[in-house]
């Protein structure tokens, strides 16, 4: 019911910046509440990164408060994460993915997108 899309990403120095971008295709019936972004570091499991609700309510994991911002354009039915001053440890692959009514992570990601940060 959802297609999501991702862009972005790359490969940056440390204290670099990169933004990532979501684009979401719905059926007429899907209403998209809360997006959010996830990342998984090599050899770690996927953690939260950042969520936003469709009234612009944003949560961040304590790693990147600061540094990283999401928005979105409802309009578009598109998320953004502005990632600043990246570190080492931002290295990973981000997706986004779109959250059921409970805040759980649903079955719908995006394709991945790699970042990688170098000291």
């Known amino acids: 019911q959802v297609h999501l899309v991702q862009s972005g990403g790359g490969l940056v120095q440390a204290g670099g910046s990169l933004r990532l971008s979501c684009t979401a295709s719905t059926g007429t019936s899907f209403r998209i509440n809360t997006m959010a972004w996830y990342r998984q570091a090599p050899g770690k499991q996927r953690e939260l990164v950042a969520t936003?609700?469709?009234?612009?309510?944003?949560n961040y994991v304590d790693s990147v408060k600061g540094r990283f911002t999401i928005d979105r354009d409802n309009v578009k039915n598109a998320m953004y994460l502005q990632m600043n001053n990246l570190e080492p440890e931002d290295t990973g692959v981000y997706y986004c993915?779109?959250?059921?009514?409970?805040?759980?992570?649903?079955?719908?990601w995006g394709q991945g997108t790699q970042v990688t940060v170098s000291s």
């Open positions: 993915n779109v959250h059921t009514n409970w805040g759980t992570p649903s079955d719908y």
């Open positions: 936003i609700t469709s009234g612009g309510t944003t």
